[in-house]
């Protein structure tokens, strides 16, 4: 089966600019799962989707970050305005719903530099 | 809330030779599952082996294989054999609770002498 699909794979952009980052699951996962991970340190969960639904938000910083599951497929990750600090790559896992004995696959990763 | 530490940034280990990375956590919640990813230079992660918290036997994968204790909330990743094509970063991770959230620890760098 085919993996977890992430585009583009690098992005430089300036502070103050807006991006997004598009994450395509493997086909039939309902949960998807948006990281944040900074150069050295261990993925920080951004944002969890069951199905459509929003499942934990909780350290997703609202003011700048968005993210959308339309129709529980593909989903987007959306940044604006950009700071320094946001430079990081940003990974897209998605995992079964049925059965909690399932793993988390990830894509490679969009890694942002804000310059 | 849940949280996973791991206290090792780097390890070191010669080709052959086995190593041990360590990780504790901590939960409120019985029932979970407990994984070590492997993540190389490609940024790829890939599930290197998991157990789960209701299994009182540890978990083997080939080469790989794990130390569960429950009770001291302890999961160490023990490699055998270590090959120049384990050196990567590997990270710690839980799951579990309500939303089944997928939470990771900082990561240990290991590198593989020849």
């Known amino acids: 089966e085919a993996g977890v699909a992430q585009s583009p794979r690098y992005k430089i952009i300036e502070k103050r600019q807006s991006v997004a980052f598009w994450c395509n699951p493997i086909s039939g996962h309902a949960t998807l799962y948006w990281y944040q991970q900074i150069l050295g340190q261990g993925p920080k969960l951004l944002i969890q989707?069951?199905?459509?639904?929003?499942?934990?938000d909780s350290q997703l910083p609202k003011d700048r970050f968005s993210a959308e599951r339309l129709k529980g497929v593909d989903s987007t990750l959306k940044i604006q305005p950009a700071k320094l600090e946001d430079s990081a790559v940003y990974l897209c896992?998605?995992?079964?719903?049925?059965?909690?004995?399932?793993?988390?696959?990830f894509g490679q990763g969009t890694r942002l530099t804000v310059v | 809330a849940q949280t996973v530490t791991q206290s090792q940034p780097e390890m070191s280990v010669q080709e052959a030779e086995t190593v041990t990375l360590s990780c504790t956590y901590d939960?409120?919640?019985?029932?979970?599952?407990l994984f070590w990813y492997k993540q190389p230079p490609s940024r790829q992660m890939i599930l290197v082996i998991r157990q789960e918290a209701y299994k009182q036997q540890n978990a083997t994968e080939n080469r790989f294989s794990v130390n569960f204790q429950k009770a001291a909330k302890s999961f160490s990743l023990k490699i055998s054999d270590s090959q120049l094509g384990d050196a990567a970063m590997y990270f710690c991770?839980?799951?579990?609770?309500?939303?089944?959230?997928?939470?990771f620890g900082t990561g240990t760098l290991l590198a593989v002498q020849p």
């Open positions: 989707f069951q199905n459509n639904g929003v499942v934990d």
């Open positions: 896992a998605s995992r079964r719903r049925t059965g909690t004995n399932t793993e988390a696959f």
């Open positions: 991770a839980y799951r579990g609770g309500a939303t089944n959230k997928l939470i």
């Open positions: 939960t409120s919640e019985s029932d979970y599952y």
